[in-house]
């Protein structure tokens, strides 16, 4: 029945966000809630993962292209939490702290473990940003004691060093509550959101913004008295979508897609009031994330089962007004996975996938419908295709072409090209999500041309050339540091 499954699915058209059934994990149970791909294919995952053999959960684990266990990589007690990559490494949240952690799956011994530094405990733990130099800014409910320069007590917001000891240099912030989620803003602010109604002594909505040295922005302000965001993404004219649940003084409805304003209003064009049924049990999150896809819309995803009366299995497209699409993700998307009589169906992250320009996602749930193929085998993690499935290739080939030295590369690249341009052209990235991230003019009659890199994170891009024509065929190159 599979292989017939497998035929017909090949036999058809497929189409952006259809499932890649060549991709399956043997997992078990019971979530994997953050993942990490890599530039060779492989996949870092943090949650708790059981595998067949195995007598115990996993926290951290790195799986092969095809989804199968990665035996060459340290199966770590640590991890669970968020995964976020930085010079090569990944840090991972850990037992309400986080940890760095090497490329062979072993704890990076340069970055001890936060409780073993002096002034700090950990209490309940939040989210956390990691700072190019390798810093940490850690959320959630923490005790400090440094007497010496005055934290003592219950603080939300807590700054590290790249060592991983308390940064006896920093305001660390408090609140009245706990603070869970955290998003750096390219200003260097942030946003912050979580359970509280004031902080450092002042009165706060659910979602603050923050300077970059934790002191209030009180230019922005939510009128959110109840609920928190899980997800958000912050648009080029400032105006901020947020994903979780929310109550708004004077709207008597639950809010799960809000868009605000600048100042952090309720923006009244967007479509505030998507409907919503999802599974209450576990801690699941109802609404979790928005990942935007240029130029369809907006990728939300989490434990919802329904969307304005629709099904939507965990994951879901909207229009940039906050409409429910059909265009996409018309099967029921994540099936029911039932642990310990509860049952759980969810999308807990969305990453692209560098190698092949779809997406991955994780979460809680057995069996995958996108519309087309119903693949009860799924387990946790699912490959979807990219934007570009379906797109015919060019019949003509590429009257020239470009190559990458080194590729990977770190700092810089330079690019070689077969023949000299005949124009002043562009020169232009873009990242798994077709996003532009850099452009450099390119005189005509060079041959080669040098980028810098430094600027940019690890990951797989896309560079092309842009003009009157374009004369090089694209170029894929991987950033690795």
């Known amino acids: 029945m599979l292989l017939a499954l497998g035929a017909i699915h090949a036999a058809q058209a497929q189409q952006p966000f259809d499932l890649d059934t060549a991709f399956r994990t043997p997992i078990s149970e019971r ?15 943090s949650g708790r993962m059981l595998f067949p ?12 292209p095809n989804g ?5 990589y340290y199966a770590s007690s640590l991890g669970g939490g968020k995964l976020r990559s930085w010079n090569g490494l990944a840090y991972v949240g850990a037992n309400s702290t986080v940890r760095r952690i090497l490329p062979n799956g072993y704890v990076d011994p340069s970055f001890i473990g936060m409780n073993t530094g002096p002034y700090f405990s950990s209490g309940q733990g939040g989210d956390y940003h990691v700072y190019p130099d390798g810093r940490v800014l850690m959320t959630g409910v923490h005790v400090l004691s440094d007497s010496i320069r005055g934290f003592e007590g219950f603080y939300n917001l807590v700054w590290f060093t790249n060592t991983g000891y308390l940064d006896t240099t920093a305001t660390h912030r408090q609140c009245d509550g706990s603070i869970d989620f955290i998003h750096a803003l390219p200003d260097g602010k942030f946003l912050l959101s979580g359970v ?31 609920g928190q965001a899980y997800g958000c993404h912050v648009q080029s004219d400032g105006k901020i979508l947020a994903a979780g649940r929310f109550q708004v003084t004077g709207d008597p409805d639950t809010l799960h897609l809000i868009r605000l304003m600048p100042d952090g209003t309720l923006d009244p064009t967007f479509n505030n009031h998507l409907r919503s049924a999802y599974h209450s049990y576990g801690g699941l999150v109802p609404w979790g994330g928005i990942t935007p896809v240029p130029p369809l819309g907006l990728l939300v995803y989490g434990a919802f089962t329904s969307i304005d009366e629709q099904t939507r299995g965990g994951i879901a497209l909207v229009d940039t007004a906050g409409a429910l699409l059909d265009t996409y993700f018309t099967g029921s998307g994540c099936g029911v996975y039932e642990y310990m009589g509860f049952p759980y169906s969810s999308v807990e992250s969305i990453a692209p996938d560098p190698v092949n320009g779809g997406f991955y996602i994780c979460g809680a749930y057995h069996g995958y419908d996108d519309g087309t193929v119903n693949d009860s085998t799924q387990r946790f993690v699912s490959r979807l295709y990219g934007l570009d499935v379906g797109v015919q290739e060019p019949q003509a080939p ?31 990235l873009r990242d798994p999500l077709g996003r532009l991230v850099h452009t450099e003019r390119l005189p005509y009659g060079q041959t080669a041309h040098s980028i810098e890199l430094t600027h940019l994170p690890e990951g797989v891009y896309l560079i092309s050339v842009e003009g009157t024509a374009a004369p090089f065929a694209p170029a894929r190159l991987v950033v690795s540091r």
């Open 398 to 428: 590429w009257p020239g072409e470009m190559t990458l030295h080194p590729n990977p590369a770190g700092s810089s690249t330079t690019v070689q090209f077969s023949s000299a341009a005949t124009r002043e052209l562009t020169l232009v």
């Open 31 to 45: 979530y994997v809630n953050s993942i990490l791909p890599q530039a060779d294919g492989k996949l870092i995952l």
């Open 196 to 226: 509280f109604t004031s902080y450092e002594g002042q009165p706060a909505g659910r979602i603050i913004r923050i300077h970059p040295d934790g002191a209030l922005d009180t230019s922005f302000n939510t009128s959110i008295h109840w």
């Open 68 to 72: 199968e266990l990665d035996p060459t």
């Open 53 to 64: 053999g195995a007598l115990n959960e996993h926290l951290l684990v790195r799986i092969e």
